[in-house]
């Protein structure tokens, strides 16, 4: 009889999320590797390396994918000679750059594409303005600073997002990530959260 105490089972692979793995992916097909680091929430250092916080940081509605395609819509926002600037370019003391709500509208139009505004949207105190992009995401927001410079910017960085280095691995990732959303639907109904009297509906239903 084997002695199943003397038994370690290898491991020979590691499970990883769909999804991360379609944003992951797309990251490295842009010349980004992702790493995490408890010490900060998302920043670039203008080598390719783009930091996220842990996972167990992120809010109940946020995702690796809703990280890394907001970090790329920062980058075709601000030019793709950003990429080797820290932090695409912001300053991390100064006041909110208006270049931020171009970015979101951008971020808006690219998931309007396939359907994934509200799956795809950002985190923070940046979901105010971008809830209240209209569905033209271009379309006028009132009540916000720097909006005669904000859309402008956003339809440029729009033009710029189906370009190179940029065009075919977002639209490849979109579309793929709009597929996994399909694959679920019909499970929805029956979905069952794992958390004690969870009050929250999956975000794949929005």
């Not at 930091?51 to 601000?78: K, V, Y």
């Not at 359907?115 to 916000?144: C, H, K, M, N």
Request: charged share 25%; proline share 7%; aromatic share 10%.
């Amino acid at each position: 009889m084997l002695n199943a105490s003397a038994y370690e089972r290898p491991i020979r692979s590691r499970y990883l999320d769909p999804v991360d793995l379609i944003w992951l992916a797309t990251a490295r097909r842009l010349g980004l590797h992702v790493r995490r680091n408890p010490a900060i929430f998302s920043a670039t250092d203008g080598t390719g390396l783009l930091e996220l916080g842990p996972r167990h940081t992120l809010d109940a509605d946020d995702s690796t994918a809703q990280m890394i395609f907001h970090e790329l819509c920062h980058w075709i926002t601000n030019g793709v000679e950003t990429f080797h600037e820290r932090d695409w370019g912001f300053a991390l003391d100064a006041e909110l750059d208006w270049r931020e709500h171009a970015c979101l509208r951008l971020q808006a139009a690219l998931a309007d594409t396939v359907g994934l505004r509200l799956i795809l949207a950002p985190t923070s105190q940046f979901r105010e303005y971008y809830d209240q992009i209209p569905a033209d995401p271009f379309g006028s927001v009132e009540g916000w600073p720097c909006e005669e410079l904000v859309v402008p910017l956003a339809r440029d960085a729009w033009t710029r997002a189906w370009g190179a280095p940029w065009g075919e691995p977002l639209r490849a990732a979109l579309e793929s990530h709009a597929a996994i959303r399909a694959v679920l639907q019909p499970l929805l109904p029956d979905y069952a959260s794992d958390v004690a009297d969870d009050p929250l509906p999956s975000l794949w239903s929005r």
